[in-house]
């Protein structure tokens, strides 16, 4: 298989397998994601000329209980090497997870609740809940604490967009490491907005009725192909593909 192409389930099974499968993997530890390792321009020139080339898979580890990150980079083909290196100088991707948890610490906080009272709010199970990267505005990096700031929105039913009613006024801040409430910013009362901003059929009324038909036909099919990751256009040859670090 080329270098190139994304992993398949057994090969991002294996790798995560021999990550954890490591002493240096903790119980606090958490894939942030585990995607094919980039090879060098030479290893791609090499496959494209019909040799060998090793298959790798990147790891990225975060462990919530030294607040370190870890990139691990895996062999597959042939298995069995890791390299493992500890970074504690970045933090790793918010995990969805960690958001979870992070909403789940609002909703139980009771400042955060007095402050929706004050807004007439006593349904907390339906608002909308968005933690988001609180930022870095010193330059050094504090690894006693993983911070993010929540912000909440109305919603009158499942399906509506929280986004057209923001509860203004109100910053939570919460530390990931602990899973607890930091401080609860309330600014100030404002009003909720209640205009809706649906976008459903029956939100912005009928379809248009007035387009003429348009069609694309190709009776001799397109004149790309497909093969993979693998697309071929007239003199093009290019490979496809989504990495989490592109």
Not at 27 to 45: I, L, M, Q, W
Request: hydrophobic share 45%; charged share 25%; glycine share 6%.
């Amino acid at each position: 298989m080329h270098p190139l192409e994304p992993l398949t389930a057994a090969e991002v099974a294996a790798a995560s397998a021999a990550v954890r499968a490591d002493a240096r993997f903790g119980s606090d530890a958490r894939f942030a994601f585990v995607a094919a390792d980039e090879p060098t321009k030479e290893e791609v020139a090499q496959a494209d000329a019909g040799e060998s080339v090793g298959r790798r898979a990147l790891a990225v580890v975060f462990d919530k209980s030294t607040c370190d990150t870890h990139r691990v980079v895996v062999g597959l083909d042939p298995p069995g090497s890791l390299e493992w290196v500890t970074l504690s100088d970045v933090h790793a991707t918010l995990l969805i997870g960690e958001l979870f948890e992070a909403t789940l610490a609002v909703r139980q906080d009771s400042r955060w609740q007095e402050a929706m009272r004050r807004r007439g709010i006593t349904d907390f199970d339906s608002l909308q809940l968005d933690p988001w990267p609180a930022g870095n505005f010193t330059g050094q990096l504090d690894r006693s604490v993983r911070l993010v700031r929540v912000v909440s929105y109305v919603r009158h039913f499942d399906a509506d967009n929280g986004y057209a009613h923001p509860i203004e006024g109100v910053v939570v801040d919460v530390d990931l490491l602990s899973g607890k409430v930091l401080e609860v910013h309330d600014y100030g009362v404002v009003p909720i907005p209640e205009e809706h901003a649906n976008y459903g059929v029956d939100d912005v009324g009928p379809l248009r009725t007035d387009l003429r038909p348009l069609e694309i036909v190709q009776p001799d099919g397109p004149s790309f192909a497909i093969d993979g990751s693998v697309i071929t256009w007239q003199k093009w040859r290019l490979r496809v593909l989504m990495h989490p670090l592109d």
